[in-house]
């Protein structure tokens, strides 16, 4: 399959193995990217995602402010290049319950109006006596990603169509090692995960956990994970394993966000600052870090796993996918955030793009195919 394979610092760039073919096409993809923003038709969805995780001190995890506030968020059309519009996006593709994200966390409240009937299995990797919810940070990351749209109240996820598995990693502090991540890992990508988000980070690396996310990206999964908070461009695991995609966050304006971490080893950045999202018991609030740009990077994989073609062949759409998130990204003003700011709706047309192409080529062969052998037979008589 299409490998990530070693690069500069570890960061995944436009010049790698990965989708090559796409990469050959950025230019092309852009302009159709922005062409097809000024056609997408914006009226009738909900935008009112705006969340990302910050904790109370959490040894794990990117922490900040929560602010608990119900009820619903209105959310304006982005006018600064770190908002992100998704309804656009929307317009484009469509997320469903055949993509599986796995949220490697402190757990996912189940019983959340946003997550009832979303999470279809779980495991608790740790000591807590629950597999609940008892931090708050995984439902906030699983609110992101595929909190329920039609329900008429709270938020709407990027990819509210999307099936979730509850891997609890860490402690009810939000503490764990990279054993539990790597066990996790395996374990969620047996049960059909699409897509791993990890929103936790460790400071050490560990041959465990890059076998298991060397695992997963083998077995057609990709893996988001958090580049940390700690200000600094030291890499952070698995973040900065090949086969990750290493995400840093933003504010509004495209600046990054206070604490985020950065570096070489980056491979793009999302809003990550002020982010409205779920939390337990019904309740919903503010959090800031890298940990809710995972997540939104996370939820766009989800999007584009549902239309994703295979198009080098080797089995698997999880490559497709990383180029197209990768390569149609703004790059972002300042260093240490990778191709910069991810970009929803033309990573979506880059993806049609691709995929259409690919159909043609398909078809194209067929009818050389068909046209040669009725050649042939006629010479045969």
């Known amino acids: 399959m299409g490998y990530p394979g070693p690069k500069r610092g570890r960061r995944i760039g436009a010049?790698?193995?990965?989708?090559?073919?796409?990469?050959?096409?950025?230019?092309?993809?852009?302009?159709?990217?922005?062409?097809?923003?000024?056609?997408c038709a914006t009226s009738?969805?909900?935008?009112?995602?705006?969340?990302t995780a910050a904790g109370d001190d959490l040894s794990n995890h990117a922490a900040s402010v929560n602010e608990n506030l119900p009820g619903d968020v209105s959310v304006e059309q982005p006018g600064?290049?770190?908002?992100?519009?998704?309804?656009?996006a929307w317009t484009l593709s469509q997320s469903n319950s055949n993509v599986i994200v796995a949220v490697i966390d402190t757990g996912i409240d189940p019983d959340h109006e946003e997550l009832a009937g979303r999470v279809i299995d779980?495991?608790?990797?740790n000591d807590s006596p629950v597999v609940d919810d008892l931090?708050?940070?995984?439902?906030?990351?699983?609110?992101?990603?595929?909190?329920?749209?039609?329900?008429?109240?709270?938020?709407?996820?990027?990819a509210p169509g999307s099936m979730l598995l509850n891997v609890k990693a860490t402690d009810d502090r939000g503490r764990c090692d990279a054993k539990a991540i790597a066990n996790g890992i395996?374990?969620?990508?047996?049960?059909?995960?699409s897509i791993v988000n990890i929103s936790l980070r460790l400071d050490e690396p560990s041959s465990e956990l890059e076998e298991a996310v060397a695992y997963a990206w083998s077995?057609?999964?990709?893996?988001?994970?958090?580049a940390g908070n700690d200000g600094g461009s030291t890499p952070q695991y698995p973040a900065y394993y090949p086969e990750c995609i290493a995400v840093t966050a933003t504010k509004e304006d495209g600046s990054r966000a206070p604490l985020a971490s950065y570096g070489d080893w980056v491979d793009i950045a999302a809003l990550g600052y002020q982010v409205y999202s779920t939390l337990p018991d019904n309740e919903y609030g503010y959090k800031t870090g890298t940990s809710q740009a995972t997540a939104h990077v996370s939820g766009l994989a989800a999007l584009l796993y549902s239309m994703a073609i295979d198009i080098d062949g080797n089995g698997w759409v999880n490559d497709e996918v990383r180029a197209a998130i990768e390569t149609s990204c703004l790059q972002a003003v300042g260093s240490g955030m990778g191709n910069g700011l991810v970009r929803?709706?033309?990573a979506v047309a880059a993806l049609q793009y691709e995929s259409s192409m690919f159909q043609q080529d398909v078809h194209l062969e067929e009818s050389n195919e068909y046209f040669l052998s009725v050649q042939i037979d006629g010479y045969a008589d």
């Not at 796409?22 to 302009?31: Q, S």
């Not at 395996?186 to 995960?193: L, T």
């Open 186 to 193: 395996v374990w969620a990508v047996d049960k059909g995960a």
């Open 344 to 346: 929803p709706v033309e």
């Open 122 to 125: 779980e495991v608790n990797l």
């Open 15 to 39: 010049e790698t193995t990965v989708g090559h073919s796409i990469v050959k096409k950025r230019l092309l993809l852009t302009c159709l990217g922005l062409v097809l923003i000024c056609l």
């Open 135 to 158: 931090n708050g940070h995984g439902t906030h990351i699983a609110g992101i990603i595929a909190a329920d749209a039609d329900n008429g109240m709270g938020i709407a996820g990027v």
């Open 219 to 226: 077995k057609g999964a990709l893996i988001v994970a958090a």
């Open 80 to 88: 600064n290049p770190g908002e992100i519009d998704w309804s656009q």
């Open 44 to 51: 009738g969805l909900i935008v009112n995602l705006i969340a």
